[in-house]
């Protein structure tokens, strides 16, 4: 199966200031990476995703690159903002036979706190 | 459109009872999934649904959990016997068809069991 890695657990910024958020994972036939953003006792949210058939995506303030040789993918905030404060999760998906229906594993998330 | 909703948002039961927790999918989408998330902790996991039929249960802890889809849209998780390390936050996500490449899974806003 999948196996996960996330890091740090926790992050502290002041506003402005970048943040990376770094994850790993096992499966090398994993080949889709999403980052979904959860604040508190809300749900999960989609906020970028890549495919492994690029290195790297970017929309706005956020980008993600992804390096498969070395199996991990990191997520880039740039210019924080305090209300990009929440825990954001990484996640890879299992694949099955060269096929893979979707089914995540999830890291165990990283609390971003941006100060003004 | 609307997103994926869950009822109840809360349930609080008691040890050994038996518990429901209702998914409504995004219209359209195929591809259902349970998760469930401890405190601090990524989602993990559950069962998977193409359609009517469970793709992939290997998430279910025991044989007290079972979900059902039986017309290819609305999912219940059905807990038997709860137990209090049944408390959580059970999530429920829905996509698009997969096929050979995962797409976005949108989340429910989850139910909180607690279990007392």
Same mark, same amino acid.
């Given at each position: 199966?999948?196996?996960?890695?996330?890091?740090?657990?926790?992050?502290?910024?002041?506003?402005?200031?970048?943040?990376? +958020?770094?994850?790993?994972?096992?499966?090398?036939?994993?080949?889709?990476?999403?980052?979904?953003?959860?604040?508190?006792?809300?749900?999960?949210?989609?906020? +970028?995703?890549?495919?492994?058939?690029?290195?790297?995506?970017?929309?706005?303030?956020?980008?993600?690159?992804?390096?498969?040789?070395?199996?991990?993918?990191?997520?880039? +905030?740039?210019?924080?903002?305090?209300?990009?404060?929440?825990?954001?999760?990484?996640?890879?998906?299992?694949?099955?036979?060269?096929?893979?229906?979707?089914?995540?594993?999830?890291?165990?998330?990283?609390?971003?706190?941006?100060?003004? | 459109?609307?997103?994926?909703?869950?009822?109840?948002?809360?349930?609080?039961?008691?040890?050994?009872?038996?518990?429901?927790?209702?998914?409504?999918?995004?219209? #359209?989408?195929?591809?259902?999934?349970?998760?469930?998330?401890?405190? #601090?902790?990524?989602?993990?996991?559950?069962?998977?649904?193409? #359609?009517?039929?469970?793709?992939?249960?290997?998430?279910?802890?025991?044989?007290?959990?079972?979900?059902?889809?039986?017309?290819?849209?609305?999912?219940?998780?059905?807990?038997?016997?709860?137990?209090?390390?049944?408390?959580?936050?059970?999530?429920?996500?829905?996509?698009?068809?997969?096929?050979?490449?995962?797409?976005?899974?949108?989340?429910?806003?989850?139910?909180?069991?607690?279990?007392?």
């Amino acid at each position: 199966g999948e196996n996960v890695e996330q890091h740090p657990s926790t992050l502290s910024v002041q506003e402005g200031d970048s943040a990376v +958020i770094k994850c790993t994972y096992s499966d090398s036939a994993s080949n889709y990476f999403p980052w979904y953003k959860q604040e508190l006792g809300k749900r999960p949210q989609l906020i +970028i995703d890549i495919r492994s058939n690029v290195g790297e995506k970017k929309d706005q303030r956020i980008a993600v690159t992804l390096n498969k040789t070395a199996k991990h993918f990191s997520l880039h +905030i740039t210019e924080t903002q305090p209300e990009d404060s929440a825990v954001y999760f990484c996640a890879a998906p299992v694949v099955a036979g060269g096929t893979s229906y979707g089914k995540l594993t999830f890291g165990q998330g990283t609390i971003l706190t941006v100060h003004p | 459109g609307a997103g994926v909703s869950q009822t109840p948002s809360n349930k609080v039961t008691e040890k050994g009872k038996y518990v429901e927790l209702r998914c409504d999918p995004i219209s #359209g989408h195929t591809a259902l999934y349970w998760y469930r998330q401890s405190l #601090g902790q990524g989602p993990e996991f559950l069962i998977y649904f193409q #359609g009517t039929g469970a793709a992939d249960d290997s998430g279910l802890p025991n044989d007290r959990f079972f979900a059902v889809r039986p017309e290819g849209s609305v999912s219940t998780l059905k807990i038997q016997r709860t137990e209090r390390g049944d408390s959580a936050v059970y999530l429920c996500a829905s996509s698009a068809q997969p096929g050979l490449a995962p797409n976005e899974q949108f989340f429910g806003p989850g139910t909180r069991l607690t279990v007392l």
